[in-house]
């Protein structure tokens, strides 16, 4: 069974740089996706980006393009988020999460196995 466990996150002025990370154990598969989340209250979980763990496919949502970077180490068995230039409207709480759907999979209901969420608050 995967356990997912992230950090990194904290207070950050607007056009800071945070960096999540997130550590992932149990058995690793062929078909593992790993994605990054976030939501707000009241909202719905939103996809941020996701990294197919042996291809190294990456995709990222367009409100994140050109700012976030998704990186896996497979050895340490450790997924990161690099996130520059932030903005307030990136306040949100950041999940990590591992699908085993074909493709590279962005909707919330294709992952089965979550962490338990860091806080990444973007204010001056």
């Known amino acids: 069974q995967v356990q997912l466990v992230e950090s990194g996150g904290g207070l950050v002025q607007p056009g800071g740089s945070l960096t999540l990370s997130c550590l992932r154990s149990?058995?690793?598969?062929?078909?593992?996706?790993m994605g990054w989340f976030r939501q707000t209250p009241g909202k719905e979980r939103e996809f941020v980006a996701v990294?197919?763990?042996?291809?190294?496919?990456?995709n990222y949502a367009d409100s994140v393009k050109g700012r976030f970077t998704i990186s896996r180490d497979v050895v340490k068995n450790t997924m990161n988020l690099q996130m520059n230039s932030l903005k307030p409207e990136d306040t949100a709480v950041y999940y990590c999460a591992r699908s085993q759907v074909p493709g590279v999979p962005t909707t919330p209901s294709s992952y089965n196995a979550w962490g338990q969420g860091t806080q990444v608050t973007v204010s001056s």
């Open positions: 990294v197919k763990w042996f291809s190294n496919d990456r």
């Open positions: 149990g058995r690793i598969l062929s078909t593992d996706t």
